[in-house]
């Protein structure tokens, strides 16, 4: 496997990594829930913030901590990376392993739900939750908006979210999803 998954998956750690201690724990999975749907607005019993938090304490169960080698209840960096390079190797696993978290992700953050997601709506999601910098998400929005309608329909949102944790080529734009990583 390559260096630009490592530095794309250590991009994607530091922002999962949401109370800073240097693990992944259930716990972080949950403030990363809280913090999407206080970020909409959305009331926390609201269907969508529901299916949120469903979805991703099934990412928890399903992808994370079976990571977790030592049985301490944490993600290391380590165990994060050898996780995801043996787990995410196929991208026709797409739908099982990650769509699903995406699609309460992409309802989440289409604030004004027409079903895509306009560039202050991506900006407002990514600051405020992932705290990546504003300038990284207009550049980013703008390579990924191919057809430049101003907006990420769903299905564009699914291949940037594949290419990030699937793809291997140094110059996709989704690489830099969750913060502009090096090279
Ligand atoms: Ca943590
Ligand atoms: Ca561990
Ligand atoms: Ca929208």
Redesign the pocket.
């Known amino acids: 496997m390559t260096a630009l998954q490592d530095l794309k998956y250590g991009q994607w750690f530091r922002g999962a990594?949401?109370?800073?201690?240097g693990?992944?724990?259930q716990r972080?999975v949950r403030m990363m829930s809280e913090r999407y749907i206080a970020a909409r607005g959305t009331a926390p019993e609201a269907a969508t913030a529901r299916l949120l938090t469903e979805g991703m304490d099934g990412f928890w169960t399903n992808v994370l901590a079976p990571m977790d080698q030592d049985g301490d209840g944490k993600i290391d960096l380590r165990e994060m990376t050898e996780g995801f390079r043996r787990v995410l190797t196929d991208p026709a696993q797409y739908p099982e392993q990650i769509e699903p978290v995406t699609n309460y992700f992409f309802d989440l953050a289409d604030l004004n739900g027409d079903g895509k997601i306009d560039q202050a709506e991506f900006q407002q999601m990514y600051y405020s939750v992932a705290g990546v910098p504003g300038e990284d998400c207009a550049a980013v929005f703008a390579a990924l908006d191919r057809d430049g309608s101003g907006a990420l329909d769903r299905a564009e949102f699914h291949q940037a979210v594949a290419e990030f944790f699937y793809g291997n080529d140094p110059d996709a734009p989704a690489n830099h999803l969750f913060g502009r990583v090096a090279g």
């Open positions: 990594d949401v109370d800073g201690d693990f992944i724990t972080d």
